[in-house]
């Protein structure tokens, strides 16, 4: 490793992989800690962020646990002053934590609606909020979003529909982008990763088929990694992007912007 986040402390939400292999959060967390940074490892089972922290302890890297629910205010907050109080400092913040819902905008229930849009923006807008003043204290930031290609593309599923879960996630690009304008002067970036068909743990259920489904919809005809999504959050957290804030970034093979003219 280059040690491009050495002296910097690092939050990344949703650490640790729901099964065995590597997810987003996980992947992240690893590269945050290879390239030198202190990374504090948010999750709500403190059991899967203990098997992590072993993880990068047994490479050498520095980090900790601190299990939090990041659709509660409160403990957001207490996320934030801990990372401070360990490590003296808040550089970067990796909101990964998200949940899917099924339905289409006739047939979701309010449960998977409100839902979605606790975890997956309320949850990111809280942690934004209580990250900024530790990190305008640091003398600036990085705060990288997970949003997906459903949030700005239409997609269409034949078991179902993405309403809750794109609505939710297209408001986290929204919200990365108010942050950004609201903070740039001040030293805090914002970006947001669109991500795409990546093979994470969470998806282990949706067997063969499926995944070479999701495959063939990439036009690169090839799966991501939960390490695509960690080395893009590399880049945005060094100091390399130092000029780059309000950008969306697709890690996605191509899908968001790229079709194949019908013939």
Request: with cysteine; glycine share 12%.
């Amino acid at each position: 490793m280059t040690g491009r986040l050495v002296g910097k402390v690092a939050i990344v939400t949703g650490a640790a992989s729901v099964g065995p292999g590597v997810g987003n959060g996980k992947a992240t967390a690893i590269l945050f800690a290879r390239e030198g940074a202190k990374v504090l490892l948010v999750n709500r089972s403190e059991e899967h962020a203990a098997e992590l922290q072993r993880e990068i302890e047994t490479e050498g890297g520095e980090c900790s646990v601190f299990a939090a629910d990041i659709c509660h205010e409160a403990q957001v907050r207490n996320v934030m002053a801990t990372a401070v109080q360990r490590y003296g400092r808040l550089d970067i913040l990796q909101n990964n934590v998200g949940i899917g819902g099924p339905g289409t905008v006739t047939d979701v229930t309010e449960r998977v609606w409100d839902d979605a849009i606790n975890v997956n923006l309320k949850g990111t807008m809280w942690c934004c909020k209580h990250a900024i003043p530790h990190m305008l204290d640091s003398g600036g930031g990085s705060i990288i979003n997970v949003s997906t290609v459903a949030a700005v593309r239409g997609m269409r599923r034949r078991d179902g529909g993405f309403a809750a879960y794109s609505a939710s996630k297209a408001g986290v690009v929204g919200l990365t982008l108010s942050v950004a304008a609201d903070y740039a002067s001040q030293g805090i970036r914002a970006n947001a990763l669109i991500v795409g068909m990546v093979n994470t743990p969470m998806l282990s259920n949706l067997g063969e088929e499926a995944r070479e489904k999701r495959r063939l919809a990439v036009p690169m005809k090839t799966e991501g990694t939960g390490w695509d999504v960690g080395w893009a959050a590399v880049y945005l957290a060094s100091d390399e992007a130092r000029w780059v804030t309000g950008a969306s970034i697709p890690i996605d093979g191509g899908q968001s912007s790229l079709g194949e003219f019908p013939t």
